[in-house]
Structures are given as C-alpha cells and as structure tokens.
C-alpha cells in the first residue's frame, strides 16, 4: 500500500465579470491566505454550494439537469486538451458586472 495517495485534478479556465471592488477583495483575501486568486475563487464557491441547502435540494430536481451553460469556458488548446475534462453544464447566476477576471490559470 503506497503511503502517498495522489489525487489527480482536472481544472479548465473561463472568463467571469467582478466588480473591481470584488476583484480587489479577491486578490486581499489571496494574500490573507497566502493563496492564489484561483485558490480562493473555488473554495469561496465551493463553500457556498455545500452550505446552501436550498441549492443542494435543487441539485436533486431534474430541472437542475436542464440548464443553459453560461459560464464563458476558454477552448483548449492542441498542447492542453488532454488535461481538460468534458464540460459539464453548470448553472451560474449572473449579475450586473464592470471588470472582467480570470477564474482559472495563472493570475493576469
């Protein structure tokens, strides 16, 4: 039995809009943590998925199944299409927004 357990993964980028306060925030927040803005994206929302019980009810509808992606994923290129998996449609609610942010890949 191998005493280091290794999990492989999968991240793609897309293109979300934030306000520039939000954005600013994200980036404070990252250096709070000592993190990437990457980093705290994902936990910010995947924390917010797991405590929204209304959410998780949602998840169980079949409707949650019908969704129209909205989320702006970037194409893979030839040199990363292997490490990018199939999208799955998401739902994501929009909102009014200023500036445009990064959520995946290295830090603009």
Not at 2 to 28: F, G, N, Y
């Amino acid at each position: 039995m191998p005493l280091l357990e290794v999990v492989q993964t999968k991240h793609l980028s897309a293109s979300i809009r934030l306000t520039d306060s939000t954005a600013t925030q994200v980036d404070q927040y990252a250096a709070f943590i000592k993190a990437s803005a990457n980093d705290v994206v994902e936990q910010a929302l995947a924390y917010v998925f797991s405590k929204d019980r209304e959410f998780q009810e949602f998840l169980r509808t079949p409707e949650a199944q019908r969704i129209t992606p909205t989320l702006r994923v970037r194409r893979a290129t030839a040199n990363d299409a292997a490490e990018r998996p199939a999208r799955k449609p998401v739902s994501s609610a929009s909102s009014p927004a200023q500036a445009p942010a990064s959520v995946a890949g290295s830090k603009a």
